[in-house]
Every structure is written in C-alpha cells, then in structure tokens.
C-alpha cells in the first residue's frame, strides 16, 4: 500500500509564493503520471497540474503560467511550485496518481489572505 504524505503547506499573502511536496513510499513511483489536486470548503477536489512518467506537464487553465509541477523519481517526490498566489488558491492540497489509484495523504493546507 502507497502512502502519500504532503508538506510545505502555510499562510501567505496574496503574491506570495509557496512550495509544496509529496514524498510517495514504494517502488512504483516512477512508472505512474503524478498529479497536485485541491479542494476548498464546500467544493468537489480537483487536479490541478498533473506530470506524466516521461516529465510532461498539464495545467488548470486558472493555474497556468503561476504553478509548475515536478518530479524527483530517485526520490519518489512530487513538487509543486506556486507563485503569485491568489485568495481563491486556498484550499487543502493532495497529490495522487492521475487518474487516481492510491489511498489520499492528508493533504496540505494552503491559505492565502491578507
């Protein structure tokens, strides 16, 4: 069984920046596409940039040009890089696989306010 823990999560004002990380244990990491998923209060989840095996990257129109995505496969981590953070940008943050195969971490709290 995979398990995902999520950190780099915090309060930031709008603008700012912040970076996240999911560390995945196992040895199946590398084979799998990766994605950054949020949900706000209220709100269904959703994939927010995801990173194929070969290291292709696909973004939320609303996130593009502001997050970037990566992977370390010796490491079997997943970042996700984000800048000019916005208010609508909090929310609880996840990774998983894309589509989604392994049980959800814990999530990361990401809080953008003034």
């Known amino acids: 069984q995979v398990q995902l823990v999520e950190s780099g999560g915090g309060l930031v004002q709008p603008g700012g920046s912040l970076r996240l990380s999911c560390a995945a244990s196992?040895?199946?990491?590398?084979?799998?596409?990766m994605g950054w998923y949020r949900q706000a209060p209220g709100q269904q989840r959703e994939l927010v940039a995801h990173?194929?095996?070969?290291?292709?990257?696909y973004y939320a129109d609303y996130v593009k040009g502001r997050f970037t995505i990566s992977r370390d496969n010796g490491r079997s981590t997943v970042y996700l890089q984000m800048n000019s953070l916005k208010p609508e940008d909090t929310a609880v943050y996840y990774c998983?696989?894309?589509?989604?195969?392994?049980?959800w971490g814990q999530g990361t709290q990401v809080t953008v306010s003034s």
């Open positions: 998983n696989t894309a589509p989604t195969r392994w049980v």
């Open positions: 196992g040895s199946t990491f590398r084979t799998y596409a």
């Open positions: 990173i194929t095996s070969l290291g292709n990257t």
